[in-house]
């Protein structure tokens, strides 16, 4: 019963997709589904709320111009267009700006302000965490941000960065040890 | 320090970091979304049409049709033997030539519009522009100065530029930083096309109001051509070829010093500010300069530079007598108007009609765009007074 419901929610939102072409209404109100998603990514991807605004703005802008020409049927590509646009949205943001260091400064001081203080959190350094996250190359900073913060499927992620999903399986655990190694160096150099 | 993925997990859930919504924002820009899309219904569909017109002409057609399909199964061919890897090859590609744009030192490259302009580029933010005649500018956008030199006249200027937005690539034709600022990923992957007896693969990047079309060579991955689209202003619209990346560039080629024996002509241009009424300003003086009243044919500042000197020699600027002061508020004027329009956010969506239309003509629209917030449109018409239309009444 509940899954023949939860069919008939993704059959109207499917709907909505192909709405969203002509009519603004429908348009309005994919907005509002997703506007809280696309905009906590950002703020996962930049860690500065204004800026994730900015970008936000971007994102949904470019879908205001582009969804004419979008070819997908599903709730679930349009969801995938969305986040493709905010991770190459983001990405362009973080070079053009050239304001790395700034939002690594921002990214320490939020983690720090906001820690929960278990005992396990003591063991890591997480400002260190977050240096060694936004070394990492801008793709592999969106693999961490939609794995680990959007818990998005490999699948899932899979489909909005163009690749197979072994692909970023084998990304990911690469990504895992080049973190590991490099707070690894942190760590030593420090003691 | 984490083991695995699971504890790596366990780190990132303990985090908090605030992502609540700002509900202000949320409701402006559900209105700006809900605009531009009106907007976009508006404007003809160009290329969706084009290509479905294409499409079907070819399928209609039976000689086109097997030739569609020869490409095709060559396009199959290719993609079989270079897409075995578990990324594709193609964007594979587009990705090095983001990474290579973005890491380059220097980097030269030839704009072609009307006018033939080469161009120079160096980090951190140094800019030579060569045009026909030896006509070379030199900018420093990290100092906000600039050089101008004219062989012809054995004259230089020098530009103090105050007040410019901070971020080069906020400066709506700073088309070099839009390259640099390539995202990782292009929105559409274009196929092959035989480009001036090359095969060359593209791939189009939309942002904002800026489409980019990249084409490169399959074989050796190297940039060959790019074709930066101006939604907002179809003017502006430049083809980049010849590109070379770190190539040795002298630091001398960027000196803001003039050449032995050049006398100076100087501006000093505050940009702080800048209206509407500058615009009109600047089309109202340039209007004057012009023997029969006609307004600035183009409002492309890089062809304005070569156009101004083509009309000069053709003798379409009056003689008229004028003193270095007034030249220096010329120049002034000038710079604001250009300001204003480099300013303009991407959905004013202005569009300029003054080529060939004389100062006085009341009934012709010359300019119009719509200011930040607003439901109607500012158009100026040929006798620089200024009304607000609604969008179904602008000028088709």
């Known amino acids: 019963m509940v899954g023949a419901m939860a069919k008939v929610v993704e059959r109207k939102e499917d709907d909505l997709v192909q709405k969203a072409r002509t009519q603004a209404e429908a348009l309005s109100r994919l907005y509002e589904m997703y506007y809280e998603r696309i905009f906590r990514f950002c703020v996962h991807r930049l860690f500065d709320k204004e800026i994730a605004e900015d970008v936000t703005s971007t994102v949904f802008l470019e879908v205001a111009r582009s969804i004419r020409i979008f070819k997908g049927r599903t709730v679930q590509d349009f969801q995938n267009w969305l986040y493709a646009i905010a991770a190459n949205q983001a990405n362009a943001y973080i070079r053009k700006t050239s304001r790395r260091k700034e939002l690594l400064k921002e990214a320490a001081g939020l983690m720090t302000a906001s820690l929960e203080s278990t005992d396990e959190s003591s063991e890591t350094d997480w400002p260190k965490l977050y240096e060694a996250i936004l070394k990492l190359k801008p793709q592999h900073q969106t693999i961490v941000t939609l794995r680990f913060f959007e818990n998005l499927k490999y699948e899932q992620i899979a489909r909005i960065l163009n690749v197979k999903e072994a692909t970023v399986r084998v990304t990911l655990h690469r990504i895992l040890n080049e973190l590991r190694n490099y707070l690894q160096n942190v760590f030593e150099r420090q003691t | ?396």
């Open chain 2, 1 to 396: 320090m984490f083991k695995d993925e699971s504890e790596f997990e366990k780190i990132v859930n303990r985090l908090k970091i605030d992502t609540e919504p700002n509900p202000k924002h949320r409701e402006q820009l559900r209105r700006r979304v809900l605009s531009a899309f009106n907007e976009a219904g508006k404007r003809p569909a160009s290329r969706i049409i084009d290509f479905k017109t294409i499409r079907r002409k070819i399928m209609k057609n039976p000689l086109t049709k097997i030739a569609a399909a020869a490409v095709i199964i060559i396009a199959v061919l290719i993609g079989l033997h270079f897409f075995s890897d578990s990324v594709s090859i193609t964007s594979t590609a587009y990705a090095e030539i983001v990474e290579r744009l973005h890491n380059a030192r220097t980097m030269t490259y030839t704009s072609n519009g009307t006018t033939a302009i080469e161009i120079a580029f160096k980090k951190p933010g140094y800019m030579r522009t060569t045009m026909p005649g030896d006509y070379v500018t030199v900018i420093d956008w990290t100092q906000g100065k600039g050089l101008s030199t004219l062989p012809t006249r054995k004259q230089f200027i020098e530009m103090e530029m105050s007040n410019l937005p901070h971020d080069p690539a906020q400066q709506q034709f700073n088309v070099i930083e839009k390259l640099r600022t390539l995202p990782d990923r292009a929105d559409e992957e274009l196929g092959t096309r035989e480009i001036d007896g090359r095969v060359l693969q593209g791939f189009r990047v939309t942002e904002e109001d800026v489409i980019n079309t990249v084409w490169i060579d399959p074989q050796t991955h190297d940039l060959v051509r790019v074709e930066t689209e101006f939604i907002n202003a179809p003017g502006m619209n430049v083809v980049m070829t010849d590109f070379q990346f770190d190539v040795e560039l002298d630091d001398s080629l960027f000196s803001l010093t003039p050449p032995d024996g050049y006398t100076r002509v100087e501006v000093q241009a505050d940009v702080s500010g800048v209206t509407e009424q500058d615009l009109i300003e600047y089309l109202r003086t340039w209007s004057s300069w012009t023997k029969d009243g006609t307004f600035p044919p183009t409002f492309n500042p890089m062809e304005l530079q070569k156009v101004s000197m083509e009309m000069e020699q053709q003798g379409k600027f009056g003689d008229g007598q004028t003193t270095e002061q007034q030249r220096k508020r010329d120049a002034m004027t000038m710079y604001r108007g250009i300001m204003f329009l480099t300013q303009l956010p991407a959905e004013s969506n202005w569009r300029y009609a003054g080529e060939d239309v004389k100062f006085g003509e009341a009934g012709t629209p010359i300019f119009w765009y719509r200011p930040e917030g607003s439901k109607t449109y500012r158009v100026i018409y040929g006798d620089l007074s200024v009304k607000d239309i609604a969008p179904e009444n602008l000028p088709k």
